[in-house]
């Protein structure tokens, strides 16, 4: 009995060993695949951007060779469709400026004292209350937010002052600005509250008021993540596209005066991919043109994000 005891023990060992090594042998494969399998995914990304330049960048040639490039980014007209067309894109770059600013403007200051209210005054009930209902704000619908533009704050801007046309550049702007609230004062208090509470106290030890230690302790040493926020916000309000499609028209005039309509690069691209240009024509080919100017710029914005993170970082 104990010989057949011992005999089934060492089987049992035996089987044990046997399926730990099928075991290691099927995961030392996946340890081999999974790799793979992530760098395809990484890839992907990569491929697609590049895929988008390329697009981009072989159509608008093609547009440069029918219009002058020095008359494109210098011509403050833009009469795509007359017998006599022109292609200045600097109607649009102006009216995707004064929206941009218009927008950060409102979002700034909202956002900061937002984020400061969240990081600094607010206790912890209140801050998981507010702070989801704030964000509620990025999830309307941009169609949503155009025509409230449209229908309620250009009406209202109106009644206020008359001298504002139907469809004008700072009703857009200003809701722009409602959306990207969010984004300034989430990414700004975050930042905020990742400075270290040790920080604080010893500021408040050496007996600077709650307000002073905010503005003269905190804020600088989360300056960097709060001008990303900055950044990244002028970077969603350059790429909006349909408030500003529904709210400031598609007149396409080189003006600094906020109370008229004006059209941004997304606006035209809208505009012209809706149909009114024939493929192959000069109209279709600015298409590209447009959006190859609009990619610089928000890759510029971006650019500069990662810039300003980076120079004004505090390492804790």
Do not use: C
Not at 65 to 91: A, E, H
Not at 110 to 120: D, H, K, N, R
Not at 124 to 140: C, S, T
Not at 254 to 263: A, G, N, P, V, Y
């Amino acid at each position: 009995m104990a010989a057949n005891s011992e005999f089934n023990h060492a089987a049992d060992v035996k089987g044990m060993i046997q399926k730990n090594k099928q075991s290691k042998s099927i995961q030392g494969k996946l340890e081999k695949v999974i790799p793979i399998l992530l760098f395809l995914f990484a890839i992907i990304s990569i491929l697609t951007t590049v895929g988008i330049v390329v697009t981009l960048l072989a159509e608008t040639i093609e547009f440069f060779k029918r219009v002058p490039i020095w008359d494109f980014f210098t011509g403050t007209v833009l009469k795509p469709l007359s017998q006599n067309p022109q292609f200045g894109v600097l109607p649009l770059i102006n009216g995707t400026i004064i929206s941009s600013i218009i927008a950060m403007l409102v979002a700034g200051p909202i956002g900061i004292m937002a984020a400061i209210y969240l990081s600094e005054y607010a206790s912890d009930r209140v801050r998981r209350v507010l702070k989801p209902l704030l964000e509620l704000l990025a999830g309307i619908p941009t169609i949503v937010y155009g025509f409230f533009a449209f229908t309620f704050v250009t009406p209202l801007i109106r009644s206020i002052w008359p001298g504002v046309e139907a469809t004008n550049i700072l009703s857009p702007g200003i809701v722009m600005g409602i959306m990207i609230i969010p984004m300034i004062a989430s990414l700004s208090e975050d930042a905020m509250t990742s400075v270290p509470n040790s920080i604080r106290e010893g500021a408040l030890g050496l007996g600077a008021t709650k307000l002073e230690t905010t503005f003269k302790v905190v804020i600088p040493a989360a300056l960097s993540g709060i001008i990303a926020s900055f950044v990244l916000g002028i970077s969603r309000a350059i790429g909006e596209t349909m408030i500003v499609t529904i709210a400031s028209g598609s007149s396409k005039n080189f003006t600094f005066d906020i109370t008229e309509s004006m059209q941004t690069m997304t606006a035209y691209i809208v505009e012209v991919s809706g149909g009114e240009a024939a493929a192959g024509s000069t109209i279709y080919y600015s298409l590209y043109a447009v959006a190859m100017t609009l990619f610089v710029f928000t890759l510029l914005m971006n650019l500069l994000a990662r810039f300003v993170s980076r120079k004004f970082r505090e390492e804790y």
